[in-house]
Structure formats: C-alpha cells, structure tokens
C-alpha cells in the first residue's frame, strides 16, 4: 500500500477546513465565514480502498494548517509556526486558492472571477505590524518553493465561478510555480475530489499505515469538544470577539458504566458531563459571551452541546463560565497551553502526580 503525509496551504477562507471534512467524511476541523478559524495543526485521516489497474490501497493523512496571514500577536505567530511545522514532514503539499477572490502577486494582481457570492475578506493588519510580505499570496509562494516534493495547486469554491473563468487564473499561478497538478474542486458539491484523492495516492511513497483504519483523526475528544465550542463563539458572536476567544476543557467525566433492566436495555443512556472555560481579553467581551440574562452563553451551550453529544454519542451536561485573561494573545505561556499535545503532557503529569504510592 501506498501512505503518507498531505500538507494543506493556503489564505485564511482558502475552504481548508471544507475540504478536509470533505475527503474525510468526518467533521474533523471546525469551519466558520470568519477568517483565522484554524489555530492548530489537524490531521484528518483517509482509507483509500485499492482500485484494480488504478491504485494500490492507501492511506492519505492530511494536515490542515492555519491560514497564512501576517502575525499581529503571539497567537498569530505560534499559528504561522504550525505551519512550518507541517512542512517539515509531508510528501506532498497542496495549495488551495479561493477561486472567487483576487490574487496579489507581485508580477500581476488577478481580478477575481465574477461570482453571485461575495469574495472572501482579508484578516485585518494591526497598522503597526511590519513585514517584509509583498501580500500574504507572496509569501504563500515563497514557502512552496523551498519544498521538495510534488505540490498540487487546488482550487476551491468553483461552484461560485464560471469555468472558462478559472483560466486566466490558472495561467497566473502556474506561471509562478511549476505545479505536479492543478486541480480544481467544490467541497460543498463534492467535485472534484476523487481526481483529487486518485492524483494524491499516486504521488505518495510505499509504506505501512501510520494510524490504525478506523481511526479519522489524531486529535483526542477533549481539544475536539474544545473547538466546537469556540465554533459556536465564532457563530454567535461578532467581529471582534471570536478572535480574542480561547476555550480550555477544565473538567471532562466520562460516563458510567450502563445500567441495563431486566430484558437487557440500557435503562439510560450514558451521560458526559463537561466543564470548560471561555477565556477573552476584554470585560466588554466578557459582557457580549454573557449575554443580557445569561442569553447569549445558553446559545452558544446549546448550539455547542448538540455538535458534542452527535460527536459523542451520548448525552451532555455542558458547564460554560467566562474567565478575563487581558492581554492573553500575546501570552506566550497562555498560547502554548492551549495546545492540545501541551494539555496531554500536562495531564499524564498530573495523573502520574495523582496516583497513590504503593507503600501507601
């Protein structure tokens, strides 16, 4: 069989995440309209059944990054490393560019195609960032040029676009680099994407799997119900306060065992119960989480409890409250921590620390 790691590149709003649920028929990434939604490395992780006379069996592991964009805070720069560290250990790497906005490159700015749909905003930059970034599509370039693997340029969205208006696009972006394909998709129609897995599994070495079949994911449940609670911050709430949101899991009990009657049906089904804190940097912000009355966290609890049970399978008590961190984004320790392989250290530290001693 075939195995190996795909990087995914791109801007913020590239439909990095959308195309990693896709091909993995998993909700595996948390996905919003509001660009930066990806703070960690993910890998979603794909079984490719052998096609006689096509391909051997494989397994494709996908890590999705976030998006690039210039750093204005720590937060923004331990988000640019993640992407360097995806880099350091892939096979191939694809380049997704939104198909309806415009590309800014330093040898021609490429006007969008026209498109009933609003092309995707650009992160603000703090006005006293300084970088030596022509745009963040130079930038984009300047990292695939340094690898040594096959690179696949993949163009998403084109649901949203004329065809024959994808070509002057294309004829842009493979003059600044020689791409082993391009390859043009929708996620949400599903076009696309078994040229997309077919291309990559010829691309990829020999090798054994790195991840048992059934396993879609490297991320543990906690960091997981983590973000599908900063999803729903990311829903409800407006501009300003997604960004300075952060979501550490404080108390997370598995269920009991399942009590069964006498005909040998659960007498009720399993329940979790979950405590997490949603830090922010502001008391304004604080006030907008909260709500008049409560509100506005019983929304985001009830939208987040219904993805985490479904995530799950069983019910949820979800306990939410609203910590003010100031300044938290420019933290370096704060940042670290909300990595979840951080969060894992720290744990089996603690249970190590917690464990009784046998001369006890």
């Known amino acids: 069989?075939?195995?190996?790691?795909?990087?995914?590149?791109?801007?913020?709003?590239?439909?990095?995440?959308?195309?990693?649920?896709?091909?993995?028929?998993?909700?595996?990434?948390?996905?919003?309209?509001?660009?930066?939604?990806?703070?960690?490395?993910?890998?979603?992780?794909?079984?490719?059944?052998?096609?006689?006379?096509?391909?051997?069996?494989?397994?494709?592991?996908?890590?999705?990054?976030?998006?690039?964009?210039?750093?204005?805070?720590?937060?923004?720069?331990?988000?640019?490393?993640?992407?360097?560290?995806?880099?350091?250990?892939?096979?191939?790497?694809?380049?997704?560019?939104?198909?309806?906005?415009?590309?800014?490159?330093?040898?021609?700015?490429?006007?969008?195609?026209?498109?009933?749909?609003?092309?995707?905003?650009?992160?603000?930059?703090?006005?006293?960032?300084?970088?030596?970034?022509?745009?963040?599509?130079?930038?984009?370039?300047?990292l695939i040029r340094k690898v040594d693997c096959p690179v696949f340029l993949v163009l998403t969205k084109i649901d949203l676009v004329g065809k024959d208006q994808l070509l002057p696009l294309i004829d842009t972006l493979t003059k600044q680099f020689s791409f082993a394909?391009?390859?043009?998709?929708?996620?949400?129609?599903?076009?696309?994407?078994?040229?997309?897995?077919?291309?990559?599994?010829?691309?990829?070495?020999?090798?054994?799997?790195?991840?048992?079949?059934?396993?879609?994911?490297?991320?543990?449940?906690?960091?997981?119900?983590?973000?599908?609670?900063r999803e729903r911050i990311l829903v409800e709430t407006g501009e300003e306060v997604p960004y300075a949101a952060a979501v550490v899991i404080e108390r997370f009990e598995e269920p009991e065992p399942v009590r069964l009657n006498k005909q040998g049906q659960p007498i009720r089904s399993p329940l979790t119960r979950i405590a997490a804190a949603i830090y922010c940097e502001r008391e304004g912000q604080k006030a907008i989480l909260i709500g008049k009355g409560g509100s506005k966290l019983k929304e985001i609890g009830t939208g987040a409890r219904r993805q985490i049970e479904s995530l799950l399978g069983t019910r949820v008590y979800l306990e939410l409250h609203v910590i003010v961190e100031p300044g938290w984004r420019e933290s370096k320790s704060f940042v670290e921590s909300l990595d979840w392989r951080n969060q894992l250290e720290r744990l089996a530290g603690d249970q190590i620390t917690e464990k009784p001693s046998d001369e006890e």
């Not at 595996?28 to 490719?48: D, F, H, L, W, Y």
């Not at 694809?94 to 021609?108: I, S």
């Open 181 to 229: 394909q391009v390859i043009p998709v929708s996620a949400r129609k599903r076009d696309g994407l078994d040229i997309l897995t077919r291309k990559i599994v010829e691309a990829l070495p020999t090798g054994e799997r790195y991840y048992p079949k059934d396993q879609y994911t490297d991320q543990p449940q906690r960091f997981m119900v983590a973000e599908l609670i």
């Open 1 to 142: 069989m075939r195995s190996g790691f795909v990087a995914i590149l791109g801007r913020p709003n590239a439909g990095k995440s959308t195309l990693l649920n896709a091909l993995t028929g998993e909700k595996v990434a948390i996905v919003s309209a509001k660009p930066q939604t990806t703070r960690n490395r993910i890998a979603g992780v794909v079984e490719v059944a052998a096609r006689k006379g096509v391909h051997p069996a494989a397994q494709i592991v996908f890590v999705d990054t976030p998006g690039v964009h210039k750093p204005g805070s720590h937060l923004d720069r331990r988000m640019l490393q993640e992407v360097y560290e995806a880099l350091e250990t892939r096979d191939v790497v694809l380049v997704l560019m939104d198909a309806t906005r415009r590309v800014q490159l330093e040898a021609a700015a490429v006007p969008a195609p026209k498109s009933d749909a609003e092309p995707s905003s650009n992160p603000a930059t703090p006005k006293h960032e300084r970088t030596n970034w022509a745009s963040e599509d130079e930038f984009l370039f300047g």
